[in-house]
């Protein structure tokens, strides 16, 4: 998808100690060390119990068209150093045109709920072909996930009521604004009003009229008469451009034109005001003239705070307009995931387990090859052990890796699924990419499963997931061990 949209090479799509880096591997001669990288995120984005994977299909798309391009290389060679040499030799250059992708790419499928410090991608290949892909596949999985995430908690607190993504025009440029259509519609949202993105990715579109349309004609009432002949069986009249309840009367009088041609309007729309205030006094205005169908629209900078609100306040809204606070992240620009080395294989084969220190204790990595086992019991998720796919452990009993007083074990009556799946094996993809549909069930299967404790907005119960014990023992004496030296 992504290369039909740019027409281009995404290689350059990194940052330049990328390149520095897979430069230096390159002359120390230590390139095609095997080495595991681990893409997570350190904190559930908005104060949220969970967050939600999206973004695959693009990073698959990233990789299978990885390669640098004439043009990409002409640029690297064009690069100098602060004295007027080249940053690069010419024979790196030639080695970067040759490269094709190696790598095995493991992750957690799109619309599948995640949780903060658990890997979500796994890439095991040679370390200079780890680094190179790095910033994009955290550019992708970064924005998607968190719009995926808000789109979740808005349609959560929306309680069924169909939420209609309308951010185009406030998205940052072209992609954010195609990512946020797509990964909307995973987390929730039932339309979008970006054209594109139903074209590329089969999002149903929907649309009304603007206050200029209002505008352009000799009154309100003219105005929708107008739409309603053009737009039969799409009307949606805002009614906001001067007065919100004479707009309501206006657009009842054309509805009773309307039912005489056997048509019906769908809905009004508002955009400003109090929206419970008015959303009441519209009903009632609605249903007095047996108009029951029509549904109330609102938009207004709405997200899942103010939709709560105005659901405990008894709106009469039924259908939400979402774009900027959604399409934006307003409350969290940014999920902040990370891609850490966890471990490199040695001249034996044998993988050595990597472990970077720090002074905050959350950014001390979680060292191995690791996978993610996801127990429940009949009808609810119960935890998430991270564990090294090499060990010989059990796998039965984890603990918390920011409080070692807390563990949780699990029996042979808890059934279990490893949730990193293989997407890419030695360069070649062999994932078959599932529907955006499917993608959306999904999420709606995993909600389902997951306790209502975590799905609340404010304070929400923290899901268990922990370091399966031998690895948390492990990791513990690497610590100490470092600490040491």
């Given at each position: ?9 995404l290689s350059?799509?990194?940052?330049l100690y ?13 390139h095609n ?7 997570f995120f ?6 949220s119990g ?7 299909e693009?990073?698959?798309s990233?990789?299978?068209?990885f390669?640098f ?8 060679q064009s690069?100098?150093t602060e ?9 790196f ?10 790598c095995?790419?493991?992750?957690i499928e799109?619309g599948?709920v995640i949780f903060?410090n658990e ?5 095991n ?7 190179l892909?790095e910033s ?15 789109a979740s908690?808005?349609?959560h ?6 939420i209609l993504e309308?951010g185009?025009?406030?998205a940052?440029?072209?992609d ?11 987390g929730g949202?039932s339309?979008t009003s970006n054209?594109?993105?139903?074209k590329i990715?089969?999002i149903p579109?929907?649309?009304t009229?603007?206050?200029s349309?209002v505008?352009a004609?000799?009154s309100?009432i003219s105005s929708f008469?107008n739409?309603?002949e053009?737009?039969?069986d ?5 009614v ?5 309840i ?7 009088i054309?509805?009773?034109e309307?039912?005489?041609k056997?048509k019906?309007i769908?809905g009004v729309?508002i955009?400003?005001?109090?929206l ?5 006094k519209?009903r ?5 003239n047996?108009?029951?169908?029509v ?5 207004n900078d709405i997200?899942?705070?103010i939709?709560?609100?105005l659901?405990l ?11 900027t606070?959604?399409v934006t992240?307003f409350?969290?620009p940014?999920l902040g995931a990370?891609?850490?080395l966890?471990?490199?294989q040695?001249?034996?084969g044998?993988?050595?387990k990597?472990?970077k220190l720090?002074e905050?204790?959350?950014k001390i990595?979680?060292p191995?090859?690791?996978q993610?086992?996801?127990f429940?019991?009949k009808?609810?998720f119960?935890g998430?052990m ?9 796998l039965?009993?984890?603990i918390?890796?920011?409080d070692?007083?807390?563990?949780k074990?699990?029996t ?14 030695g360069g070649?993809s062999i994932?078959?990419k599932?529907s955006l549909d499917?993608i ?5 299967n995993d909600l ?5 404790s975590?799905k609340?907005l404010?304070?929400?119960h ?7 014990k031998?690895?948390f023992?492990?990791k513990?004496s690497m ?7």
């Open positions: 998808m992504i290369k039909n949209i740019y027409k281009t090479s350059l799509l990194t940052d990328q390149l520095t880096m897979a430069y230096g591997y390159w002359k120390k001669g230590i060390n095997i080495a595991s990288f681990n893409v350190r904190e559930n984005p908005f104060s969970y967050a939600v994977s999206s973004g695959l693009n990073i698959i990233f990789l299978e068209n390669k391009s004439k043009s990409d290389l002409d640029y690297l690069l100098k004295n007027g040499s080249n940053l690069f030799s010419r024979e250059i030639d080695f970067l045109s040759k490269i094709k992708f190696e095995d790419v493991y992750a799109e599948r903060a890997p979500i991608i796994r890439i290949g040679p370390i200079y072909q780890c680094q892909i994009a596949i955290l550019n992708i999985f970064n924005f998607n996930s968190l719009i995926a995430t808000k908690r808005i349609a607190v929306s309680n069924g009521d169909p309308f185009l025009r406030r940052q440029g072209i954010g604004a195609l990512s946020a259509s797509r990964s909307s519609y995973i949202t339309k054209v594109l993105a139903g990715y089969g579109v929907s649309g009229h603007s206050h349309w505008m004609f000799d309100e008469r739409y309603a053009y737009m039969p799409n009307t949606v009249l805002l906001d451009t001067f007065d919100s004479q707009g309501v009367k206006n657009a009842i054309v509805a009773k309307m039912e005489k056997n019906r769908i729309r955009d400003s005001g109090d419970a205030y008015l959303s009441k519209i009632k205005l609605l249903d007095k047996d108009l029951n169908y549904k109330i629209i609102a938009s997200d899942e705070h939709l709560e609100s659901k306040q008894g709106s009469k809204i039924s259908v939400w307009g979402i774009g606070r959604l992240a409350d969290n940014s990370v891609y850490k966890s471990a490199i040695n001249k034996n044998n993988w050595e990597k472990i720090s905050q204790k959350i990595n979680n191995g090859v690791l993610v086992r996801r429940r019991n009808s609810k119960i998430d991270i564990y090294d796919i090499y060990s010989e452990s059990k039965n009993n984890m918390d890796p920011n070692s007083t807390k563990s074990k699990f042979n009556n808890h059934e279990f699924e490893d949730l990193l799946k293989q997407i890419f094996k070649k994932y078959s599932p499917h959306k069930s999904k999420l709606k389902d499963f997951l306790d209502e975590h609340r404010k304070n929400p923290i899901y268990p997931v922990g370091l399966e031998k690895l023992d492990e513990k610590i100490i061990k470092s600490r040491k030296n």
